[in-house]
T-cell receptor, first 111, second 114 residues
Framework: QQPVQSPQAVILREGEDAVINCSSSKALYSVHWYRQKHGEAPVFLMILLKGGEQKGHEKISASFNEKKQQSSLYLTASQLSYSGTYFCGTEGNNAGNMLTFGGGTRLMVKP | KAGVTQTPRYLIKTRGQQVTLSCSPISGHRSVSWYQQTPGQGLQFLFE???????NKGNFPGRFSGRQFSNSRSEMNVSTLELGDSALYLC?????????????FGSGTQLSVL
């Protein structure tokens, strides 16, 4: 079952912050985040494993709430290069390493 | 190190035909996954192969099949093509296929069914 991402789309001005959410109806073991720019392959951002840890990558960080079966991606002081579609991928406790992706969140950063 | 290579890049077929897509993973990667990407549907999981064995399969009809060779290269086949099969097909590889390994995606094969 696909995780649900929200919002579906967001438009920001450079320097603004954004949060993208990813929710699952099943217990999760891990959450992956990827970004895809138009016409390109998805590129890895980070992985969060069961345990509720928060990870960071420059001004992009994420959290994983195992109990709520949710993950959130935080984009701080957005840059033009952050534009693209963000996907979360989830693996359930019994999924046997199958990674299921959400529908994606389209992010546009304007000058 | 070369990235994930998918061929062909573009493909145009007509309804009822069949098609074979190819994916060469990063050297040393034994897991290859296939995804279908359509506007509004995100990335739909097709299947995953690990060491020549299908380890997982998504909810796609039997017209979609795949295989993996001993050198880890993978092929995906779609028989009796339908208009709704038009999509970008992405393959992704990772070393051992465990949950803490990131996926490396290829640029995809854009399939158009007329």
């Amino acid at each position: 079952q696909q995780p649900v991402q929200s919002p579906q789309a967001v438009i920001l001005r450079e320097g603004e912050d954004a949060v993208i959410n990813c929710s699952s109806s099943k217990a999760l073991y891990s959450v992956h985040w990827y970004r895809q720019k138009h016409g390109e392959a998805p590129v890895f951002l980070m992985i969060l494993l069961k345990g509720g840890e928060q990870k960071g990558h420059e001004k992009i960080s994420a959290s994983f709430n195992e109990k709520k079966q949710q993950s959130s991606l935080y984009l701080t002081a957005s840059q033009l290069s952050y534009s693209g579609t963000y996907f979360c991928g989830t693996e359930g406790n019994n999924a046997g390493n199958m990674l299921t992706f959400g529908g994606g969140t389209r992010l546009m950063v304007k000058p | 190190k070369a990235g994930v290579t998918q061929t062909p890049r573009y493909l145009i077929k007509t309804r009822g035909q069949q098609v074979t897509l190819s994916c060469s993973p990063i050297s040393g990667h034994r897991s290859v996954s296939w995804y279908q990407q359509t506007p509004g549907q995100g990335l739909q999981f097709l299947f995953e192969y690990f060491s020549e064995t299908q380890r997982n399969k998504g909810n796609f009809p039997g017209r979609f099949s795949g295989r993996q060779f001993s050198n880890s290269r993978s092929e995906m086949n779609v028989s009796t093509l339908e208009l709704g099969d038009s999509a970008l097909y992405l393959c992704a590889s990772r070393p051992g296929g465990s949950t803490n390994e990131k996926l490396f995606f290829g640029s995809g094969t854009q399939l158009s069914v007329l």
